[in-house]
């Protein structure tokens, strides 16, 4: 059986299908200055950091033909998916809908809502817009999965303790078996990141496991690569 060496102990991993690689809200919203995450008064440079990580993953799946699926935050240009609470919180100079540096603040299909070029999504890869912080709330996420015949979440992303934690606790209470990827996510505030690994692996794993990149890389290496899958990645 193959296995990630994890935290609070060994990751089972399924040797055929059944695990997707998830990246949350990699988008210029919260990476860039001039979007949302600029807005509440974050320094975004600091989630740059993990770029590169991501695509170490991002390559690896797709390699083996396996599931990647991106999130967006963002609200529809009427805004009738955000509720008022979520536009006020904060009390930020720029709110949500408001015109910005990258287009209206957190809206979908506007230039500060695309997902950062160096993670650009392929054509058949899905990307779930999502209006809340969980992936799961208001969206097809689940639909998608089961469709997938997926159980075992790598999730990846921005930022820790809001977007990743909370998609990650929706999916652990609908029964996925979820690793959290130690240098693949980031926080605005390495305390909160440092917090969520070590809430994620506490009472035995409560809400999964967390690892490394390398360990995660490291374990797929002792599933057999799927030929057909090689073909269908080094064709795209
Ligand atoms: C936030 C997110 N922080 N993607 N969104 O508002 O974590």
Same mark, same amino acid.
């Given at each position: 059986? !193959?296995?990630? !060496? %994890? $935290? &609070?102990?060994?990751y089972p991993l399924p040797t055929e299908t059944g695990i997707a690689l998830v990246i949350i809200d990699m988008q210029r @919203? +919260?990476?860039e200055p001039g979007g949302f995450g600029a807005a509440l008064g974050n320094e975004v440079s600091?989630?740059? !950091?993990?770029?590169p990580t991501v695509q170490r993953l991002q390559r690896a799946f797709r390699e083996r033909g396996w599931?990647?699926? $991106?999130?967006?935050e963002g609200h529809r240009p009427d805004l009738t998916d955000c509720p008022p609470s979520k536009r006020q919180r904060g009390n930020a100079a720029l709110k949500i809908g408001d015109?910005? &540096?990258?287009?209206?603040?957190?809206?979908?299909?506007? &230039?500060?809502?695309q997902i950062i070029p160096e993670l650009a999504p392929k054509p058949d890869e899905p990307v779930i817009a999502k209006p809340g912080k969980g992936a799961f709330?208001?969206?097809?996420?689940? +639909?998608?999965?089961?469709? /997938? /015949?997926?159980? /075992?979440?790598?999730?990846?992303?921005?930022?820790?303790?809001v977007c990743v934690q909370t998609t990650l606790r929706e999916a652990n209470d609908r029964?996925?078996?979820?690793?959290?990827?130690? @240098? !693949?996510?980031e926080s605005y505030f390495p305390e909160f990141k440092q917090a969520t690994l070590d809430m994620v692996r506490a009472q035995g794993g409560i809400v999964g496991w967390t690892a490394t990149a390398d $360990?995660?890389? @490291?374990?797929?290496?002792?599933?057999?690569?799927?030929? $057909?899958?090689?073909? %269908?990645?080094s064709a795209c």
């Open positions: 059986m !193959a296995v990630i !060496a %994890a $935290q &609070p102990y060994d @919203d +919260f990476l600091r989630l740059q !950091a993990i770029v599931l990647v699926l $991106q999130t967006v015109p910005g &540096p990258m287009g209206r603040i957190l809206v979908l299909g506007e &230039p500060g809502n709330y208001n969206t097809n996420l689940e +639909f998608l999965l089961k469709t /997938h /015949h997926i159980s /075992h979440l790598i999730v990846t992303g921005v930022t820790t303790e029964g996925y078996e979820c690793l959290l990827v130690e @240098d !693949a996510t $360990q995660v890389l @490291d374990g797929l290496t002792d599933i057999p690569l799927n030929p $057909q899958n090689k073909e %269908a990645s």
